[in-house]
């Protein structure tokens, strides 16, 4: 920012000076050109306009006789409005001064005047113009470019604020995600850990009971350290997916073709389906759900099998959630041209378009009030994302009254 602001001003002093010098040098051709001029010549030259038309600057040229010290002025002098006294003031100085041209700067005057040689055969005679236009008319281009130079500062900041914002945004987005998913993680691990040690704490109260007798607090805490297990296993798979995903941004791609890794291997997607499908089966009929189920058969996708597995177990298991009593599930894959489509969709409460857009991000809950009566920790769905953009798939979700909530998922064909 400072640079620019260092270049706008260089820039604008340039074109300040490089206009004054323009204007100088025309004022001193037109001295010039008045001295060529016959001493009995009527003429007005003038710099500039025409008067009444802008600015407009007169000239007008003395005659001068250094042996009788008489001088006569042109008839341009008509047009100046200067005294006989300032006009011999303006001469003896010229004439003190020894020099071809310059300013006299208390009379607001430039002048040039004939060499010496000339003198000797035509007399002195000096040519003056008035200073101040060209000093005004500098000023205001100095207060013009300095107020442009301002404004454009001024947008030049505005914008470079608004591009730090959006370079910035990202950035903080991503920190407020770190801080509130280390905020969810301790939470979530919080609560089995007391769980534990409260029951540690009534085993350790009744030294002398039997193992039998404490087999109720014994059970709870297996049941807490399974939760704990499954928590800590989620975040580690959420890890590595970041990581992959970062190392997949940041090496740079090799010309050279390589050999496809076992982690994307081409597998038959349609038998992975199918089985996770029929290990579902009892839940759903424990629950009271309605499940069916079409899968064409012989559907390859490149895919890790136990990603796979990981992935269709986690839509069953959500829609087996979230299903409201007595509802359905329907589970469908088929294909279309290149694609893939796997579709999990359940009948219940509809979610609303707002939450929809955050259904995919970890430990989010649509109804905290009613989650907490679900088991889970809110991450199985990110870990469904992940896997499915591993395998450069694409997962989506939407809501309504009439379908319920259905989950599209779409992977190209193994060729």
């Known amino acids: 920012m400072l640079l620019l602001a260092v270049?706008?001003?260089s820039v604008l002093a340039v074109t300040v000076y490089s206009n004054y010098q323009n204007s100088y040098n025309q004022?001193?051709?037109?001295?010039?050109?008045?001295?060529?001029?016959?001493?009995?010549?009527?003429?007005r030259p003038a710099i500039g306009n025409q008067p009444g038309k802008g600015d407009y600057t007169p000239v007008f040229v003395v005659s001068f006789n250094s042996l009788t010290g008489a001088y006569v002025t042109s008839d341009s002098q008509q047009s100046v409005q200067m005294s006989q006294a300032d006009i011999a003031q303006a001469v003896s100085e010229v004439i003190a001064s020894g020099r071809a041209s310059g300013e006299l700067g208390d009379l607001n005057l430039f002048y040039k005047q004939t060499s010496t040689a000339q003198a000797l055969l035509v007399g002195q005679r000096i040519a003056f113009a008035d200073s101040s236009q060209l000093g005004a008319q500098t000023l205001r281009q100095a207060l013009l470019a300095g107020a442009v130079g301002l404004a454009a500062l001024v947008v030049l900041f505005l914008i470079s604020m608004l591009l730090g914002r959006i370079a910035v945004g990202p950035v903080e987005a991503a920190w407020r995600r770190e801080r509130k998913f280390i905020a969810d993680a301790s939470h979530e691990l919080k609560t089995p850990l007391t769980v534990i040690m409260a029951n540690n704490s009534i085993i350790e109260s009744l030294p002398e009971s039997k193992v039998s007798e404490q087999r109720q607090w014994l059970e709870a805490t297996d049941a807490e350290a399974s939760k704990m297990d499954k928590l800590v296993r989620d975040l580690l798979s959420l890890a590595q997916s970041d990581a992959a995903a970062l190392e997949g941004k940041t090496k740079p791609r090799r010309k050279a073709k390589r050999k496809l890794s076992p982690a994307l291997a081409a597998i038959d997607f349609s038998r992975v389906v199918e089985r996770e499908a029929m290990q579902f089966e009892a839940v759903f009929f424990e629950r009271q759900i309605s499940f069916e189920s079409t899968v064409e058969p012989a559907v390859q996708v490149l895919i890790a099998s136990e990603k796979a597995a990981r992935l269709v177990t986690i839509l069953l298991d959500n829609a087996s959630k979230?299903?409201?009593?007595?509802?359905?599930?329907?589970?469908?894959?088929?294909t279309s041209g290149h694609l893939s489509e796997l579709i999990v969709q359940n009948s219940g409460t509809v979610i609303p378009e707002d939450k929809l857009v955050h259904l995919f991000d970890r430990f989010y809950r649509v109804d905290e009030a009613h989650s907490s009566q679900v088991e889970g920790f809110g991450l199985g769905l990110s870990l469904a994302k992940n896997i499915v953009e591993s395998a450069?798939?694409?997962?989506?979700?939407?809501?309504?009254t009439r379908l319920g909530t259905v989950f599209r998922v779409v992977f190209p064909l193994a060729k």
């Open 322 to 334: 979230y299903a409201n009593p007595g509802g359905n599930v329907n589970l469908s894959l088929t």
């Open 392 to 400: 450069k798939g694409h997962i989506s979700v939407t809501s309504d």
């Open 7 to 9: 270049v706008v001003v």
């Open 27 to 43: 004022i001193q051709d037109s001295l010039g050109l008045a001295l060529g001029r016959s001493a009995n010549e009527s003429w």
